[in-house]
C-alpha cells in the first residue's frame, strides 16, 4: 500500500527555521517525483515545487522559488520542505503528494504549519 | 500563467446529478484531473485525465473535457459527496496549476 506519512504539527514564531518531512512506502521511492502543496487557512491548493528522489531534481513554482528550499533522502525514502525564516504569511497546511504522471495520485495527511509571534 | 475557473459553490439535491464546471483557454487540449477534499482531510483524486477513475472511486463520478470546459459528474448525489472539489492540469508555463475550487452541498 503507498502512503505518505508527514511529521506532525508546527508552532514557530516570525523568523525561526523549519523543516517538514514526508516519508513514503509501498512503492519505489527513488522512482516517483514528490510535490509539496500549500493550502492557506479556508483557501484553494497551491503548488509549490517537486522533487526526484532519484537524482533530486528539483523544479519550483516562481511564487516560491528562493522562499523555500525543497530536498530529498533517498536513503530513508524522505522528502522534505524547508525555510530558513519564517513568516506569519506561511501559516497553512502543507502536503505532500506523488506525482502520478501529469497528476497527484497519492497525498500525505498534511502538516500545519503556524507562526505566529 | 494559465488558470483554471470554477464556480465558488454548486447545490444538488439528494440523489441528483452534480455538475462541476472548469473553465479555461483550450482546456479541452489539456489533460485534466479532479480532486476531492472533505473537510479537515488531505484531498484525494477521484478523476484523472479527463474521465479516468482511480481504484475505488465510485462509478457515479465521471468527467468530461471538450473546448473551453471541462466538468466533473456526480451522478445520485449522496451526502457523503458534500466537499470541495478541485480541477487540475498541467501546463508548460506552470506545471501543476489547481483551480480556486468549488464547494458541494448536498440539500
Known amino acids: 500500500e503507498v502512503q505518505l506519512v508527514q511529521s506532525g504539527a508546527e508552532v514557530k514564531k516570525p523568523g525561526e527555521s523549519l523543516k517538514i518531512s514526508c516519508k513514503g512506502s509501498?512503492?519505489?521511492?527513488?522512482?516517483?517525483?514528490i510535490g509539496w502543496v500549500r493550502q492557506m487557512p479556508g483557501k484553494g491548493l497551491e503548488w509549490m515545487g517537486i522533487?526526484?528522489?532519484?537524482?533530486?531534481?528539483?523544479r519550483y513554482s516562481p511564487s516560491f522559488q528562493g522562499q523555500v528550499t525543497i530536498s530529498a533522502d533517498k536513503s530513508i525514502s524522505t522528502a522534505y520542505l524547508q525555510w530558513s525564516s519564517l513568516k506569519a504569511s506561511d501559516t497553512a497546511m502543507y502536503y505532500c503528494?506523488?506525482?502520478?504522471?501529469?497528476?497527484?495520485?497519492?497525498w500525505g495527511q498534511g502538516t500545519l504549519v503556524t507562526v505566529s509571534s | 500563467s494559465y488558470e483554471l475557473t470554477q464556480p465558488l459553490s454548486v447545490s444538488v439535491a439528494l440523489g441528483q446529478t452534480a455538475r462541476i464546471t472548469c473553465g479555461g483557454n483550450n482546456i479541452g487540449s489539456k489533460n485534466v484531473h479532479w480532486y476531492q477534499q472533505k473537510p479537515g482531510q488531505a484531498p484525494v483524486l477521484v478523476i484523472y485525465r479527463d474521465s479516468n477513475r482511480p481504484s475505488g472511486i465510485p462509478e457515479r463520478f465521471s468527467g468530461s473535457n471538450s473546448g473551453n470546459t471541462a466538468t466533473l459528474t456526480i451522478s445520485r448525489a449522496q451526502a457523503g459527496d458534500e466537499a470541495d472539489y478541485y480541477c487540475?492540469?498541467?501546463?508548460?508555463?506552470?506545471?501543476?496549476?489547481f483551480g480556486g475550487g468549488t464547494k458541494l452541498t448536498v440539500l
Open positions: 522533487i526526484y528522489p532519484g537524482d533530486s531534481d528539483t
Open positions: 503528494a506523488r506525482r502520478g504522471d501529469q497528476h497527484f495520485d497519492y
Open positions: 509501498g512503492y519505489s521511492f527513488t522512482s516517483y517525483w
Open positions: 487540475q492540469v498541467w501546463d508548460s508555463s506552470t506545471p501543476w496549476v
